[in-house]
């Protein structure tokens, strides 16, 4: 007994003392600032180099003597990426990295739903802790000034108000999991071909009001630990390692405490990044190997490099402490965070979420003579035109390529909710045969050695003997389309669509048609098709998500997060000549001016009385509602004050719906030029048939203001504002005048 009371004591003394000696960068007591103070201190000079720059395709190392576990990073805007190999772009052949396909963000935007959006990062977040991943490599808030800009459905649309009000939820869902969020691509990434060479010239003003509020959100409201830096130039220096967007305005102005990290292959020069407030550095061609090197880590521009300036006296340790600081803060707040949850891969509860997104996006653009849902017709023949009606959509594109466990395309999700109909398919077209991108396989084999004509003919055929036509068309994911690294080439629709569409109306006048794609595309036909859906790139569930909308299982919401032109030339960065810039003498930099600087989107369509064919915000539903009654609390408001302002919206018709009410600001006298109409507000309302809610929106003077250059700061002027209250950025009859009563005021 004497025995076993003195080993307790050892042992409780033993405790006592190893907790006496616990160093304080792992005592979870301590705050989290003196933790990062011990652990650099401990730092050697190799150690510290070694962390700032990758190890791998995909990650950087951690600190293994001081029990920092390696960082991995992954591709995943709409999914966690397949694992490569460590030194390669080959897959690694593994086969648990499977996973769940979101919707694209263009579709994700399009619900207008701010509670969808947490639940995407959430989801996301568990499939990324599953995979062991530490920083998911998106979202993307980059705004949609061309349509021809190949990554424009990983974005958010053209509106940094609707933007901003998508990502940080987005942010906190991801991160709540423990797995940090690293926002791009920052700044003025705007388009694709050209991407490297880019060198962006826009006014501050256009710069602050429109370009960059996704981002200052996302970092000070969402609490984004990480932001990547975009390819382009802006003022004449390359955005991972840009003094002006870096050091003054991302950490100096918004207080960004996280990490800045290159796009791959995104630095390009050595001092630049030690000055510029670059952090960590992935993916760089080094020694003039444009294509990569083997084991070329060590030659990174922030590795070696970087180490003998400091031993050659040039630089002290300040700089590179510094980012040490921030990389520490971020092991802390993932791999060193020893309450991240578990997570969890192709769960049920993923799958639903996918679903549930993609149903709120998909926006029904048309529908005349209500031929929509095609449950209200008595069906005995659907005939499904269109190879993206059978081609996986969720391979390609880019970094944004994934290996999902399953995708459900859309012929296969009509003939399932269809049971009853004979479901019959006509190719119509061929355009993309590719059968792999980055060792992933797309499925099925799309060969086709049909002509044109033969396709055609075949379609027409069909098209006689069908009460209804889908023909699911649009774009894909294969170069100078929707993808990474190019620019689409033409507005109109690729493979002879527009051809076939109209010999198809020539013999069956019930067709709907169902556009693919993460961007506007021309609709010369748009007049003469009854209903025109727009069903993005939606990942997993894309089948079955279309098929519950055009059946009316689902009544759509959707509502577009861009302007959709009826030609290029009423966009303004085509109508103004500004895209895609004038090459320099030397044809190594192309200088591209935002000549319609603040007028983007529906901006510029008010400013030039240019009519969309569908304008933004726009997306019907199987219902109908009224907005009425529009108010405000008062009829003047001050500088320190808020206005309410309330509308009610009724279900005029006969199935339950969601309708999304738009509040948009106008100021009718100001000392600089300032659109028709900016969107300031939104809410998602869901209604019953015959049931009325009031909807309240409040804001403050920050709704009124605009970006002043002489000063840097915002302005609001006093007087005379219109608020309105809409469906869309049409015009509307929901008008309400109110006064700001002030002396012209800066606003931080």
Same mark, same amino acid.
């Given at each position: 007994m004497k025995k076993i009371f003195m080993s307790v004591l050892l042992?409780?003394?033993?405790?006592?003392?190893?907790?006496?000696?616990?160093?304080?960068?792992l005592d979870e007591s301590k705050p989290l600032e003196q933790r990062i103070d011990d652990a650099l201190s401990r730092m050697t000079l190799d150690e510290k180099i070694a962390v700032i720059h990758a190890q791998s395709k995909f990650s950087s190392p951690g600190v293994k003597r001081l029990g920092f576990p390696d960082l991995w990073t992954d591709d995943g805007p709409h999914g966690v990426r397949p694992d490569v190999l460590w030194d390669e772009w080959e897959q690694a052949g593994q086969t648990n990295d499977s996973c769940v396909a979101f919707p694209a963000l263009t579709c994700l935007t399009a619900t207008w739903n701010p509670c969808l959006s947490k639940l995407y990062g959430e989801s996301l977040g568990e499939e990324a802790l599953y995979r062991g991943k530490h920083v998911m490599l998106g979202p993307?808030?980059?705004?949609?000034?061309?349509?021809?800009?190949?990554?424009?459905?990983?974005?958010?649309?053209?509106?940094?108000?609707?933007?901003?009000?998508?990502?940080?939820?987005?942010?906190?869902?991801?991160?709540?999991?423990?797995?940090?969020?690293?926002?791009?691509?920052?700044?003025?990434?705007?388009?694709?071909?050209?991407?490297?060479?880019?060198?962006?010239?826009?006014?501050?003003?256009?710069?602050?009001?429109?370009?960059?509020?996704a981002f200052k959100a996302a970092v000070q409201e969402g609490g984004a630990w990480a932001v990547m830096g975009s390819y382009n130039l802006y003022k004449n220096q390359h955005n991972c390692h840009n003094v002006t967007l870096l050091n003054k305005i991302l950490k100096k102005d918004w207080g960004f405490d996280g990490v800045v990290i290159s796009d791959w292959g995104g630095c390009h020069n050595t001092e630049e990044a030690i000055e510029n407030g670059l952090d960590l550095e992935f993916g760089s061609w080094t020694d003039g190997l444009m294509m990569g090197a083997t084991n070329a880590y060590d030659n990174y521009y922030m590795a070696l490099p970087y180490k003998r300036l400091i031993q050659e006296g040039k630089y002290s340790t300040k700089e590179l402490d510094e980012k040490v600081r921030r990389v520490l803060r971020l092991f802390y707040r993932t791999t060193m965070n020893r309450q991240r949850?578990?997570?969890?891969?192709?769960?049920?509860?993923?799958?639903?979420?996918?679903?549930?997104?993609?149903?709120?996006?998909?926006?029904?653009?048309?529908?005349?003579r209500n031929l929509l849902p095609l449950t209200s017709h008595p069906l005995k023949k659907i005939l499904v035109v269109g190879e993206n009606a059978i081609k996986m959509m969720t391979v390609g594109g880019g970094s944004s390529s994934l290996k999902v466990q399953k995708e459900i395309l859309p012929l296969d999700g009509i003939?399932?909710?269809?049971?009853?109909?004979?479901?019959?398919?006509?190719?119509?077209?061929?355009?993309?045969?590719?059968?792999?991108?980055?060792?992933?396989?797309v499925g099925r084999s799309l060969y086709d050695l049909r002509c044109a004509e033969e396709l055609t003919a075949e379609a027409v055929a069909k098209a006689k003997e069908a009460d209804v036509v889908i023909f699911i068309g649009g774009l894909n994911k294969s170069n100078f389309q929707d993808c990474e690294g190019h620019d689409r080439q033409t507005y109109g629709l690729p493979y002879g669509q527009d051809q076939l569409i109209e010999a198809l109306l020539k013999i069956n006048l019930n067709l709907i048609y169902v556009n693919i794609s993460g961007n506007a595309v021309a609709m010369p036909w748009a007049a003469k098709v009854p209903a025109i859906v727009q069903g993005w790139f939606v990942g997993s569930e894309a089948g079955e998500a279309l098929a519950r909308v055009l059946a009316g299982d689902v009544n759509p919401s959707g509502k577009l997060p861009f302007t959709w032109y009826a030609r290029l030339e009423d966009c303004g960065a085509h109508a103004t000549g500004s895209y895609p810039g004038i090459w320099r003498?030397?044809?190594?930099?192309?200088?591209?001016?935002?000549?319609?600087?603040?007028?983007?989107?529906?901006?510029?369509?008010?400013?030039? #009385?240019?009519?969309? +064919?569908? @304008?933004?915000?726009?997306?019907?539903?199987?219902? =109908?509602?009224?907005? *009425?009654? &529009?108010?405000?609390?008062?009829?003047?408001?001050?500088?320190?004050?808020?206005?309410?302002?309330?509308?009610?919206?009724?279900?005029?018709?006969?199935?339950?719906?969601?309708?999304?009410?738009?509040?948009?600001?106008?100021?009718?006298?100001?000392?600089?030029?300032?659109?028709?109409?900016?969107?300031?507000?939104? #809410?998602?309302?869901? +209604?019953? @048939?015959?049931?009325?809610?009031?909807?309240?929106? =409040?804001?403050?003077? *920050?709704? &009124?203001?605009?970006?002043?250059?002489?000063?840097?700061?915002?302005?609001?002027?006093?007087?005379?504002?219109?608020?309105?209250v809409s469906n869309s950025s049409a015009p509307s009859r929901n008008v309400i005048r109110f006064i700001l009563s002030i002396k012209t005021l800066q606003t931080k």
């Open positions: 042992f409780g003394a033993t405790v006592s003392s190893q907790a006496q000696s616990l160093p304080v960068y993307g808030v980059n705004i949609n000034r061309t349509p021809l800009n190949g990554r424009n459905f990983e974005y958010m649309g053209e509106d940094p108000w609707l933007a901003s009000r998508m990502v940080v939820p987005y942010i906190q869902g991801l991160q709540s999991k423990g797995v940090a969020a690293c926002v791009k691509h920052y700044a003025l990434n705007n388009d694709e071909e050209y991407r490297h060479q880019v060198n962006v010239i826009v006014s501050d003003r256009a710069l602050h009001e429109i370009y960059l509020p949850p578990f997570g969890f891969l192709c769960s049920e509860a993923h799958y639903e979420a996918a679903l549930k997104i993609a149903e709120e996006g998909i926006v029904l653009l048309k529908n005349e003939r399932a909710r269809f049971p009853n109909v004979e479901v019959d398919f006509a190719r119509g077209y061929v355009g993309d045969t590719v059968q792999s991108y980055n060792g992933v396989t003498e030397d044809h190594q930099i192309i200088d591209e001016t935002y000549k319609e600087d603040i007028f983007v989107g529906y901006r510029w369509t008010n400013k030039q #009385k240019i009519k969309p +064919l569908f @304008p933004f915000g726009h997306g019907l539903s199987y219902t =109908t509602f009224q907005v *009425s009654n &529009l108010r405000a609390d008062k009829k003047e408001m001050t500088v320190d004050d808020q206005l309410t302002i309330t509308a009610d919206v009724k279900n005029t018709g006969s199935l339950a719906g969601a309708e999304v009410l738009q509040l948009y600001i106008s100021d009718t006298k100001s000392s600089q030029p300032r659109p028709v109409k900016e969107l300031k507000g939104f #809410k998602k309302v869901y +209604l019953e @048939p015959g049931e009325m809610q009031q909807v309240r929106f =409040t804001i403050d003077r *920050s709704a &009124l203001s605009f970006y002043d250059e002489k000063t840097g700061g915002w302005i609001a002027e006093p007087g005379e504002f219109v608020a309105m």
